[in-house]
């Protein structure tokens, strides 16, 4: 059967050029400190959530990264929302703004799969492709 409604537009979420240059000190400073520095002055910015969450994954820190994916996650809804996304519909991974929110669904999906919350690992890993097929190509490597 066919789907004869049509898509709702993919929401854009807005840059935000003074979280983004913080966000480039960090990578430079390449620290923990920084990145949560980051977080914790820009708390709406999922791309500073998804980089402590991706640190600490690649350290072990399953449950930090599940945490700080989590958090990210959640902003990152927050922002879908008031930027017209009804629950649903296309959010461009080729958008940078919209990275942060999808760099955490990534990062919550993996971490979800490491401390054994397997069904939410693949809700996780399902939404990401759903908001854009690319992102979920481009996070795992394929």
């Not at 980051?38 to 402590?52: D, E, I, N, R």
């Not at 640190?55 to 902003?75: C, E, F, M, N, P």
């Not at 999808?102 to 908001?131: K, M, N, P, T, Y």
Request: aromatic residues 8%; contains cysteine; proline residues 6%.
């Amino acid at each position: 059967m066919q789907n004869l409604l049509p898509e709702p537009p993919a929401t854009l979420l807005p840059a935000d050029d003074g979280a983004e240059a913080a966000l480039a000190d960090a990578r430079s400073a390449d620290t923990d400190e920084a990145y949560a520095s980051v977080a914790a002055q820009h708390p709406t910015f999922s791309a500073a959530w998804a980089a402590l969450g991706a640190r600490a994954l690649d350290s072990g820190q399953v449950v930090a990264a599940y945490a700080y994916a989590r958090t990210g996650y959640h902003r990152g809804l927050d922002q879908l929302r008031r930027n017209g996304w009804k629950g649903h519909g296309p959010v461009p991974w080729n958008h940078g703004p919209n990275q942060g929110f999808l760099r955490c669904l990534h990062v919550l999906s993996r971490a979800a799969g490491e401390i054994g919350e397997s069904d939410e690992a693949a809700r996780c890993a399902q939404f990401l492709r759903d908001c854009d097929p690319a992102a979920g190509d481009a996070l795992s490597g394929t």
